[in-house]
């Protein structure tokens, strides 16, 4: 199975809106709404963020917020903070009953 | 608290067979409500999912493992186990064990995961 596409890197200032796309096709993000974000910092076990494409587990910041069009999804990040500073993973369900993740994208505060 | 902890050896020799348990404690590993999976990660690489695996013995693989791979439940151990059969050095990562909800398959809770090195 293919891999999710993200970009490679993203960047922002602290205090600033940065956006993570998550490109798949209809047989995954395009065809479920059951995209998930996870934020792994160096060395450590990923994090859930979003699940269900909008939805945050309890305990996350509300500065993370997720949406979905098409085949395309996307984590936003507003009110930067140095703390964010990380690798971002999103993953969908697909429809041969498989998890897929993306590449990764790693986020620098400037 | 629910937590997942990954055991087993750190060297395999390449041709042999990987192994893995996750050990869970802090809630049933019997229950209808989720998935267990294994995800591994190569070093300064990404994420890539295993297989699944439902208390009732049910399995899912990505079909890049598909030939190579087992994973199996232990509902009186609370545990869940991986093997992958013919290593090589492509399959040196860092693997972890995840609780995935039932439905939409999201990995919520992760292991802190174990390094595996496929070297002879």
């Known amino acids: 199975q293919s891999a999710l596409t993200q970009p490679a890197s993203v960047s922002g200032s602290p205090g600033q809106s940065i956006t993570i796309s998550c490109t798949g096709t209809s047989s995954d993000i395009g065809g479920f709404n059951y995209v998930s974000w996870h934020q792994q910092h160096p060395g450590k076990a990923p994090k859930l963020m979003i699940f269900d494409v909008s939805h945050r587990p309890s305990g996350v910041s509300n500065r993370f917020s997720g949406s979905k069009s098409g085949n395309t999804a996307s984590l936003t990040i507003s009110g930067l903070q140095a703390e964010d500073e990380a690798d971002y993973y999103c993953?969908?369900?697909?429809?041969?009953?498989?998890?897929?993740f993306g590449g990764g994208t790693k986020l620098t505060v400037l | 608290q629910l937590q997942l902890q990954e055991s087993g050896p750190g060297q395999v020799k390449p041709s042999e067979t990987l192994s893995l348990t996750c050990t869970v404690s802090g809630g049933p590993i019997s229950t209808s409500s989720y998935y267990w999976g294994w995800i591994r990660q190569p070093p300064g690489k990404g994420l890539e999912w295993i297989g699944s695996?439902?208390?009732?013995?049910?399995?899912n693989y990505n079909p890049s493992f598909k030939s190579r791979v087992n994973i199996s439940v232990d509902t009186s151990k609370n545990q869940f186990s991986l093997k992958l059969n013919s290593v090589t050095a492509a399959d040196t990562a860092v693997y972890y064990c995840?609780?995935?909800?039932?439905?939409?398959?999201?990995?919520?809770?992760w292991g802190q995961g174990t390094l595996v090195t496929v070297s002879s």
């Open positions: 695996i439902y208390y009732s013995g049910s399995t």
């Open positions: 995840a609780r995935q909800r039932f439905l939409e398959w999201f990995p919520g809770y």
């Open positions: 993953s969908s369900y697909t429809s041969s009953n498989t998890l897929v």
